[in-house]
């Protein structure tokens, strides 16, 4: 005769309770720092704290970190900052879960970064930004970036990360073959007589840059659309460091962590900004935000009374921990220091970055278009899929969708439709009358920058039309 064996059952509520109190104790403690120094005065950051997924629950929080390093003025590096974190939120669906949300990230990123551009550039602006955007949700780190501003990761254990690409076409050989395959040249400047000086650039327009957000007067080659990487850390922690160009140029990774280390997030930026003054000097607005991911300390038993006091956090981060300290068993059940890639994709092509392939197929909304969240009405989307502006109708299984304006857009930055225009030379020496289709040019303070050049002189009754630091090389 078989016994049943007794159950104890807990109520779903103490279920819960016990759920949101252990995913508070585990979720880390983030300390952050920031330094600049300004030179031109188009570097911008954004910081929010805390900020709720589900507003009121008191759990369900993650924290932004944005860094824009504008070109050409602020207006682009001001718009994003103000923008870029709504529009990203907006391409989430409401009702998901933690895992969910974290999972819709890489995705809604990508539209909220094509979304701040479309919108920016119908603002008639000619400035441009390239945008490091980072999201913590508990040990889960979200990079997305456009331009050449990085973000690296340290671990705990000392593993560096790097968690943003460079797209200077100077250094991205995938980038140069992309603007090439999709009809724009890639050169360095050509002073006349076959001499080349500078970085590599693209042309029309002459940016260094590959990706940004704005420069509407370069063309299509430039795109929107971000890198994405996420990763997730152990709780060992680890320190984040995003910074401008100003930085990197002067500053290797491993030189960036080494001069700071053992120092509070606050200190470890400043002393970072020093270090690039000293090795370059201020060539260029340098900004820096450092960010600890920590483990929650726990408060000591009241007996018996603690050795020691005070935290010495930071003596003990960021450096590899002796393996003679721990027992065989407690080995066995300690979490190992590694960080794990939960996602990354570098495409520039938007069909793929928001194809249905990824996870939550269904966090598009049937009739919403995918980029900028608008109402598209049955028969009018149009498959992201889709050939052509006038290819596609709106069918559930070729999902998601686009509005008709943003998949004007999506095919003007896959290479699909070039705009028309005269493809200018640059020439340093003044044109004869005779000369058809050549400009006179104002180089902009350095030619080693990232500026592009202004026209000053027209011939043959061409019609071109003065941008106030605005980029030449295209004129239609």
């Given at each position: 005769?078989?016994?049943?064996?007794?159950?104890?059952?807990?109520?779903?509520?103490?279920?819960?309770?016990?759920?949101?109190?252990?995913?508070?104790?585990?979720?880390?403690?983030?300390?952050?720092?920031?330094?600049?120094?300004?030179?031109?005065?188009?570097?911008?950051?954004?910081?929010?704290?805390?900020?709720?997924?589900?507003?009121?629950?008191g759990v369900s929080t993650y924290s932004v970190f944005g860094l824009f390093d504008g070109h050409n003025g602020s207006a682009a590096a001001i718009y994003s900052k103000e923008n870029l974190l709504n529009n990203v939120l907006s391409a989430i669906p409401l009702d998901l879960n933690r895992d969910e949300w974290i999972a819709a990230l890489p995705r809604a990123l990508v539209a909220g970064f094509v979304k701040t551009d479309k919108d920016f550039q119908e603002r008639a602006q000619m400035s441009g930004t390239t945008v490091t955007f980072v999201i913590i949700e508990g040990w889960v780190v979200t990079v997305a970036s456009v331009g050449d501003s990085r973000c690296i990761l340290e671990a705990a254990e000392g593993g560096i990360y790097y968690l943003s690409a460079d797209h200077r076409l100077d250094c991205n050989e995938e980038e140069r073959s992309r603007i090439t395959a999709s009809?724009?040249?890639?050169?360095?400047?050509?002073?006349?007589?076959?001499?080349?000086?500078?970085?590599?650039?693209?042309?029309?327009?002459?940016?260094?840059?590959?990706?940004?957000?704005?420069?509407?007067?370069?063309?299509?080659?430039?795109?929107?659309?971000?890198?994405?990487?996420?990763?997730?850390?152990?709780?060992?922690?680890?320190?984040?460091?995003?910074?401008?160009?100003?930085?990197?140029?002067?500053?290797?990774?491993?030189?960036?962590?080494?001069?700071?280390?053992?120092?509070?997030?606050?200190?470890?930026?400043?002393?970072?900004?020093?270090?690039?003054?000293?090795?370059?000097?201020?060539?260029?607005?340098?900004?820096?935000?450092?960010?600890?991911?920590?483990?929650?300390?726990?408060?000591?038993?009241?007996?018996?009374?603690?050795?020691?006091?005070?935290?010495?956090?930071?003596?003990?981060?960021?450096?590899?921990?002796?393996?003679?300290?721990?027992?065989?068993?407690?080995?066995?059940?300690?979490?190992?220091?590694?960080?794990?890639?939960?996602?990354?994709?570098?495409?520039?092509?938007?069909?793929?970055?928001?194809?249905?392939?990824?996870?939550?197929?269904?966090?598009?909304?049937?009739?919403?278009?995918?980029?900028?969240?608008?109402?598209?009405?049955?028969?009018?989307?149009?498959?992201?899929?889709?050939?052509?502006?006038?290819?596609?109708?709106?069918?559930?299984?070729?999902?998601?969708?686009?509005?008709?304006?943003?998949?004007?857009?999506?095919?003007?930055?896959?290479?699909?439709?070039?705009?028309?225009?005269?493809?200018?030379?640059?020439?340093?020496?003044?044109?004869?009358?005779?000369?058809?289709?050549?400009?006179?040019?104002?180089?902009?303070?350095?030619?080693?920058?990232?500026?592009?050049?202004?026209?000053?002189?027209?011939?043959?009754?061409?019609?071109?039309?003065?941008?106030?630091?605005?980029?030449?090389?295209?004129?239609?």
């Open positions: 005769m078989s016994t049943r064996s007794e159950h104890h059952t807990v109520p779903l509520s103490v279920l819960l309770k016990r759920e949101l109190a252990n995913e508070k104790i585990e979720r880390p403690e983030l300390i952050h720092g920031q330094a600049s120094q300004s030179k031109k005065g188009e570097d911008f950051t954004l910081i929010k704290t805390e900020c709720q997924r589900m507003v009121g629950d009809g724009g040249e890639v050169g360095r400047l050509n002073t006349g007589g076959g001499a080349e000086i500078g970085p590599l650039r693209c042309w029309p327009g002459g940016l260094c840059l590959s990706r940004s957000i704005g420069d509407r007067d370069v063309g299509e080659y430039i795109v929107p659309v971000p890198y994405v990487k996420q990763v997730k850390l152990s709780t060992s922690g680890g320190r984040l460091i995003i910074s401008s160009d100003g930085v990197w140029d002067a500053l290797t990774a491993e030189a960036a962590l080494d001069c700071c280390r053992s120092m509070s997030a606050d200190a470890a930026a400043t002393q970072i900004v020093k270090e690039s003054l000293h090795a370059k000097g201020l060539r260029d607005d340098t900004t820096c935000i450092v960010i600890d991911i920590l483990p929650q300390e726990k408060p000591p038993a009241p007996l018996p009374p603690p050795k020691k006091q005070g935290k010495g956090v930071f003596k003990s981060m960021f450096r590899k921990k002796s393996t003679e300290s721990t027992s065989y068993v407690d080995k066995e059940y300690i979490e190992p220091d590694v960080v794990e890639e939960l996602f990354e994709e570098g495409s520039a092509m938007l069909s793929e970055r928001l194809d249905t392939k990824y996870p939550l197929c269904n966090m598009f909304r049937l009739f919403t278009c995918a980029v900028c969240q608008v109402e598209v009405k049955p028969g009018e989307g149009i498959s992201i899929h889709a050939g052509s502006c006038n290819a596609g109708k709106l069918r559930p299984w070729d999902g998601p969708f686009l509005c008709l304006s943003c998949q004007e857009k999506k095919e003007a930055m896959e290479g699909k439709r070039h705009s028309a225009g005269i493809v200018v030379e640059v020439n340093s020496q003044q044109p004869s009358t005779e000369d058809s289709g050549y400009t006179m040019l104002a180089f902009s303070e350095d030619l080693f920058s990232d500026f592009r050049f202004r026209v000053i002189k027209t011939v043959q009754n061409q019609t071109f039309t003065e941008k106030k630091g605005g980029y030449c090389g295209r004129i239609g």
